[in-house]
């Protein structure tokens, strides 16, 4: 046997060799990881268009335009024409409408949401009661335009009109009317709510109060539109973590798990104009502001969350397994840290089947039950040694309590991992610091 021979056969044979066939096998159980991840995310994807299907055909996400006032009147249009070299004029009328914007609008909402399930998918609904009042106090500025009050109509924006579960009748100077859908217009992008107000009468002098209650499905969130000069928005409901989105920001209250928000909104505050042609192309969605019904945390995402630290838990599993080989002399093959390996790949695809059916609590603590138990019995069968099983058994008690813990946190999640690995780190380093890693 030549010296080059020689040289090779004992760099076999040495720690660092065996270290490098260690970190070979973790690099190789991160195709299986990346196949787990990528189950995840298929999952959640057909989680995803679940769920739409079901809020479809309930309804959608709505959006409430308050009652808009829109006035026809008639038009002087003046051509200029030259015949003959005489310049003429024609005179002549047409129909235009404008808009006119509530001086101030007040709208109460309570919320009842409810989880439909199709087949192991859950998707959150709700049914809201709304009270729209408020008042139109500048009507008396309009006489000049020749309008035709009897003509005149209501507007209420609603984003999904298959939502819509009462009549809406509209009640103004006490008089009811009852309303009927419209199609699109060019200061609303959603599907309407018109109200004809056949025979009004513009009261002289009065501020015209009006009225309405919504019964109103919707899924995920209700979202409203402050076109009033002055917007008071009241939302109460029974929900643990609503997210209050858009433009303007509420005073809020979560208590007991029923959360009320409440919005004052004045004129200025929103780039909305008191009236406007229906000429004019509008556009409030910069102005729209709501309630959003989520979960903070679905189990897809915790089922994401873990499945990033899997290299953590190979590398420390295994390295256990290293150090009782060092210290203690016992041969480990490396087809048994891939076994090891493995299981600890398999706990991922467990926690995501189980979270899907049982919720991710249960889930967690039936994956890593059942991987802590398979791993230290296979321990037992390699060390032959009940203390070093124990001290197996108790790193994985404490890594898998340190990732749920972790999973659970939300703000304080990335600072608590990042000391909780350095703290390992520096545990590998105290343990490894006199092994001599050209030893055979």
């Known amino acids: 046997m030549t010296t080059k021979e020689k040289t090779n056969k004992k760099f076999t044979d040495t720690i660092t060799f065996k270290g490098m066939v260690i970190g070979?096998?973790?690099?190789?159980?991160?195709?299986?990881?990346?196949?787990?991840?990528?189950?995840?995310?298929?999952?959640?994807?057909?989680?995803?268009?679940?769920?739409?299907?079901?809020?479809?055909?309930?309804?959608?996400?709505?959006?409430?335009?308050?009652?808009?006032?829109?006035?026809?009147?008639?038009?002087?249009?003046?051509?200029?024409?030259?015949?003959?070299?005489?310049r003429r004029e024609r005179i002549s009328y047409r129909v235009d409408e404008v808009n006119i914007a509530p001086s101030r609008i007040n709208i109460d909402v309570e919320i009842f949401p409810e989880t439909r399930s199709y087949g192991i998918f859950n998707a959150t609904l709700y049914r809201s009661e709304i009270r729209i009042s408020g008042s139109f106090d500048n009507l008396d500025d309009f006489d000049n335009l020749n309008g035709n009050w009897g003509l005149a109509y209501i507007t209420i924006g609603i984003s999904d009109l298959k939502g819509l579960v009462s009549d809406a009748a509209f009640t103004i100077n006490g008089i009811t009317y009852q309303a009927e859908s419209s199609s699109r217009t060019n200061w609303i992008n959603e599907s309407s709510l018109k109200i004809p107000l056949k025979n009004f009468e513009k009261p002289a002098?009065?501020?015209?109060?009006?009225?309405?209650?919504?019964?109103?499905?919707?899924?995920?969130?209700?979202?409203?539109?402050?076109?009033?000069?002055?917007?008071?928005?009241?939302v109460s409901g029974k929900w643990d973590s609503p997210n209050f989105g858009g433009n303007f920001s509420p005073q809020s209250m979560i208590e007991n798990g029923i959360f009320s928000a409440n919005w004052h909104i004045m004129h200025f505050n929103r780039n909305i104009p008191e009236r406007w042609s229906n000429s004019q192309r509008m556009d409030f969605s910069d102005s729209t502001f709501g309630v959003r019904l989520i979960e903070t945390v679905n189990h897809y995402q915790q089922?994401?969350?873990?499945?990033?630290?899997?290299?953590?838990?190979?590398?420390?599993?295994?390295?256990?397994?290293?150090?009782?080989?060092?210290?203690?002399?016992?041969?480990?093959?490396?087809?048994?840290?891939?076994?090891?390996?493995?299981?600890?790949?398999?706990?991922?695809?467990?926690?995501?089947?189980?979270?899907?059916?049982?919720?991710?609590?249960?889930?967690?603590?039936?994956?890593?039950?059942?991987?802590?138990?398979?791993?230290?019995?296979?321990?037992?069968?390699?060390?032959?040694?009940?203390?070093?099983?124990?001290?197996?058994?108790?790193?994985?008690?404490?890594?898998?309590?340190?990732?749920f813990v972790i999973l659970r946190l939300e703000d304080t999640a990335f600072l608590i991992g990042s000391i909780g690995l350095f703290i390992i780190l520096g545990v590998c380093m105290y343990i490894s610091r006199k092994i001599n890693w050209y030893k055979l």
């Not at 990528?38 to 309930?58: G, P």
């Not at 002399?329 to 089947?353: D, E, R």
């Open 303 to 403: 089922n994401e969350r873990s499945a990033k630290y899997a290299i953590m838990f190979l590398a420390l599993t295994f390295a256990v397994f290293f150090f009782v080989e060092i210290f203690t002399g016992k041969k480990i093959h490396p087809i048994q840290y891939l076994l090891v390996g493995l299981a600890l790949i398999l706990f991922y695809s467990l926690l995501l089947s189980f979270s899907e059916r049982f919720g991710f609590e249960i889930a967690y603590l039936v994956a890593s039950i059942s991987t802590v138990g398979l791993i230290t019995t296979y321990s037992y069968s390699i060390f032959k040694h009940k203390l070093q099983t124990a001290i197996m058994f108790l790193l994985l008690c404490i890594l898998y309590t340190f990732l």
């Open 205 to 234: 002098n009065q501020n015209n109060e009006f009225s309405t209650t919504i019964t109103l499905n919707g899924s995920e969130s209700i979202n409203f539109i402050p076109v009033g000069k002055i917007t008071q928005v009241n």
């Open 24 to 86: 070979v096998l973790v690099l190789i159980l991160l195709v299986p990881q990346s196949m787990i991840r990528s189950l995840i995310h298929e999952r959640s994807s057909r989680s995803t268009e679940t769920i739409r299907q079901i809020n479809e055909k309930w309804s959608g996400a709505q959006t409430i335009t308050p009652p808009i006032l829109t006035l026809p009147h008639s038009v002087r249009v003046i051509e200029h024409e030259t015949v003959n070299d005489e």
